[in-house]
Structure formats: structure tokens, C-alpha cells
């Protein structure tokens, strides 16, 4: 796949997937935004800088797949090579990371049960996709690259130092 075309598939790609998942639905869900904001202290700051950083990891994730492996993160144009590089050194699952953390964010922001239940069923659809399609599909795909990656990168909970590869 080209540069261009990556580029576009990828961003393409981010307002069908994330941009549904983490904006369209909880926005539905809060009545268009609608929802009074929490009267929780601190909740609503905490969850804006969550969506401000969660949204600059998505970005950042969703770049890598386009600049650094010539693919988009869409199951239909995969990578060419296996993406590792940038905030992949840190966290195998960056883009379900900060998509989660994105729908955290609205449920701190707007103290929103319906979001904070739509947040916990997107995470278990989330964690059976990469369990049970996604990783087998790699390990397929790139072979004994992704296990020596999957076993030092791990792929909730990101580790602090980056791993530098083999």
C-alpha cells in the first residue's frame, strides 16, 4: 500500500471505528451532549484532560499504522510490516486503550451510568476481539516477530520504559 493511500485508509478508517465507538455513541447516549455536566469535583476536569490525552494516543496510534507500516488498523488493508514503533513500544492495544479511555473520560465528565455501562460491554467486545481474532491473526501473519513482541509488550496495561525489540 502507498503512503497516500494508507494515510487515507487509516483516517478513513478512525471516524467509521473510534469515531463511532467513543464519539457518536456516548454523544447519543448523554442526549446529544445534552446531559448536565458532574457535579462531582474534579470529575469533569479529570475526564477532559483523559479525552484530550486518550485522543492524542489515539491520533499518535493510528499514525503509526499509516507512516511507519504503510496500512491502516481495518482488518481489510492490514500493515505490511507489524507495527512497534512510538506508543506500540509501550502497549500492544493502544488504539482499544485510548478509545476506552475516551468513553471513561464522558463518564466522568457527565457522571453518565448509561455511558459507564456501554463503556464496560465496548471493553469486553474489545478484549474478545483481540483474544479471539487479532492476536491469533498476527501471530499468523507475522509469526515468531509478534510472539517475541506479545510476550515483552503487554497489551492493556502499559509498561514505563519502551521496549527496544529483540
Do not use: C
Not at 478508517?13 to 474534579?42: N, R
Not at 491469533?136 to 501473519?141: G, V
Request: glycine fraction near 8%.
Amino acid at each position: 500500500m502507498r503512503s497516500f493511500s494508507a494515510i487515507v485508509g487509516s483516517a478513513l478508517f478512525l471516524v467509521v471505528a473510534p469515531g463511532v465507538v467513543a464519539g457518536l455513541v456516548p454523544w447519543l447516549l448523554t442526549d446529544d451532549y445534552h446531559t448536565p455536566l458532574s457535579v462531582v469535583p474534579g470529575f469533569v476536569a479529570a475526564g477532559s484532560i483523559l479525552v484530550v490525552v486518550a485522543t492524542a494516543i489515539l491520533l499518535h496510534a493510528f499514525a503509526r499504522f499509516a507512516l511507519e507500516s504503510l496500512g491502516t488498523p481495518a482488518p481489510v488493508a492490514p500493515t505490511e510490516k507489524l507495527v512497534v514503533g512510538g506508543i506500540y513500544r509501550h502497549v500492544r492495544n493502544p488504539m482499544y486503550v485510548a478509545v476506552l479511555a475516551i468513553i471513561l473520560g464522558q463518564v466522568l465528565i457527565f457522571s453518565s451510568w448509561p455511558v459507564l455501562v456501554y463503556g464496560l460491554i465496548a471493553a469486553a467486545a474489545m478484549i474478545s476481539f483481540v483474544k479471539f481474532y487479532e492476536e491469533p491473526t498476527l501471530a499468523q501473519r507475522y509469526g515468531q516477530e509478534y510472539e517475541v513482541y506479545r510476550h515483552a509488550v503487554p497489551g492493556w496495561l502499559p509498561r514505563f520504559t519502551p521496549w527496544h525489540g529483540q
